[in-house]
């Protein structure tokens, strides 16, 4: 048991690793060299279908609105994010991607495909199932904090 917590504590750590330094990588292959893993997130929470408000958008990133604001007006000035007043109440900004925000968007959502096939490509239905399994079970650890209580 210990030789595999030992195993799996490595490759979770690795992988962490690997993800963010690929994902930089991929995100700059596709030709947007300018924007940094932290921003092209804030592309993908805005999404490429309705615009949505600064507060929604810091919610689903769990960030605070000043760390929003910061990343939004770079990425408004490097051309990916429209920021506009709401018609309805002018302290409410909404964001929407431009067209070079929503190119971004779907080079970062390939990344995450291609990333997820090569995970399962191999994987009989069962094992899908099990890994799944797996990584909901990781995912409540985490969402519970426990990660953070425990040190």
């Not at 504590?9 to 924007?35: H, K, M, P, T």
């Not at 605070?64 to 002018?90: A, C, F, I, P, Q």
């Not at 779907?106 to 490509?121: G, N, P, T, W």
């Amino acid at each position: 048991m210990e030789r595999t917590m030992v195993t799996l504590n490595r490759l979770i750590n690795g992988a962490f690793n690997d993800i963010a330094r690929s994902e930089q990588y991929a995100i700059r292959e596709s030709g947007f060299e300018d924007v940094s893993v932290n921003e092209t997130h804030t592309v993908d929470a805005i999404g490429i279908y309705v615009p949505k408000t600064m507060s929604a958008v810091a919610e689903k990133l769990d960030i605070t609105m000043g760390t929003l604001t910061v990343s939004v007006n770079h990425l408004v000035k490097k051309g990916y994010v429209n920021k506009v007043k709401s018609e309805t109440d002018r302290r409410v900004f909404m964001l929407s991607l431009t067209e070079k925000g929503k190119e971004l968007f779907k080079a970062h959502q390939k990344f995450h495909f291609d990333m997820v096939k090569s995970l399962i490509v191999n994987l009989s239905d069962y094992e899908a199932d099990m890994f799944i399994e797996a990584l909901s079970c990781l995912n409540q650890f985490l969402k519970k904090g426990s990660v953070l209580s425990q040190n």
